[in-house]
Every structure is written in structure tokens, then in C-alpha cells.
């Protein structure tokens, strides 16, 4: 992650002056400038305008350099300055799109597990499930209420017992309940007699 708190300052300083050169910041606030303070204010405008442009500059270069001294460490101090100065420009811009390419996907990555930790559904376990699945394959169980959590996997009512109920293995199932983002697991049965539709 490069300097973007001067690149950011950059780009506010430079709205501001742009406001100020147009003298829209004075009709949002309602004050009217006396044609005498006009050339002052045009002229804060220009600083402003100057200041984020060397802000913006400065960030680039910072930027540049520190993706440079990157590449001399991947490539070989000798073989870097071996290269051309056109070379070395396309290969510094080349690791520039990488790192915003790996910074999208983190970014993208970080959403999308945000939003899967806000759909999964909140995974209750009673004692009487945790007795009842004392002694089975705690793996297969495991990914059977991964599965509900996320949604997934194929829910059954069974026509003798409440609730609804996920296949773990051929015949044992786990017996759960759902109230809103709430999953209550109440029983395990490892060997299920009663399959739907009998």
C-alpha cells in the first residue's frame, strides 16, 4: 500500500481551489464577496490548485520509487540497472497494475466474506444434540452443518418427527429447527428409519 494520504490531500486541495476559482464555495454558503476580496479569493483558489498538484506529484513519485526498489530486490540490483530507462518504465508500470490487481481482489475477497458472515445463519447446538453425536463422525457432522449454515444442502421433513433434517452419511441425519437467522440442532439420529415419503 503506497502513500495515499498525500495523494488524497492532492485531490482535496485541488476541489477546493477549483471551488474557489469558480467562487461556488461562496454561493453554497450563502456570503457574498465584495469585489475587493475577489482577487484574494482567486488567488487561494490558485494555491489550492498548485499545492494538490505538487501533493499528487509528490505521491506518484514516492510511489514510483518505492515499487522501483521492489523490482531491484526481485530482479537483481545488476540486471535492474542493466535494463533501459524505457524498460524499466514499462516494468515499473507493469508492477504498478499488479498491486492494484492484488489490491482489487483483496478488497473484493474482504467483501465477499463480509457478506457470506452477514447470509450464514447463526448455528445453535443443544445437549441433546452434542450427546447424540458423541461417538459418530464428528468430520461428516462437521460439514453437514457447514452446510446448513450457508444454506446449502438438501432439507428434508420427515413424516414422523418435527422440524427439518440434512442428510450426514446414507442413514443418519441431524434434526434442526430454523426462527429467522437462527439454527437450533436438537437431535442427531446415526441410523434413521424413517425416510421421506415412507
Do not use: C
Not at 514499462?90 to 497494475?97: E, F, I, Y
Not at 478488497?107 to 450464514?120: D, F, T, V
Amino acid at each position: 500500500m503506497y502513500l495515499r494520504t498525500p495523494k488524497t490531500l492532492g485531490i482535496l486541495s485541488l476541489i477546493a481551489g477549483t471551488l474557489f476559482l469558480l467562487n461556488v464555495f461562496t454561493s453554497i454558503t450563502g456570503f457574498v464577496i465584495a469585489d475587493n476580496i475577489e482577487g484574494a479569493v482567486s488567488i487561494l483558489g490558485m494555491a489550492f490548485i498548485a499545492l494538490g498538484i505538487v501533493l499528487i506529484s509528490y505521491s506518484e513519485s514516492e510511489a514510483y520509487h518505492q515499487r522501483e526498489s521492489v523490482l531491484r530486490k526481485m530482479i537483481g540490483e545488476e540486471k535492474y540497472e542493466e535494463l533501459p530507462e524505457r524498460d524499466k518504465y514499462v516494468v515499473n508500470r507493469s508492477h504498478r497494475r499488479h498491486i492494484k490487481a492484488e489490491e482489487r481482489r483483496e478488497y473484493n475477497r474482504q467483501r465477499e466474506l463480509a457478506r457470506k458472515e452477514k447470509e450464514e445463519l447463526h448455528i445453535i447446538r443443544t445437549e441433546n444434540f452434542e450427546r447424540a453425536i458423541q461417538g459418530h463422525n464428528h468430520s461428516e457432522i462437521e460439514r453437514a452443518i457447514n452446510k446448513i449454515s450457508k444454506g446449502l444442502g438438501k432439507q428434508e421433513r420427515l413424516k414422523h418427527l418435527p422440524g427439518l433434517s440434512i442428510r450426514v452419511s446414507r442413514r443418519g441425519r441431524i434434526l434442526y429447527e430454523v426462527e429467522g437467522k437462527e439454527v437450533k440442532l436438537t437431535d442427531y439420529l446415526p441410523d434413521h428409519k424413517y425416510w421421506k415419503g415412507d
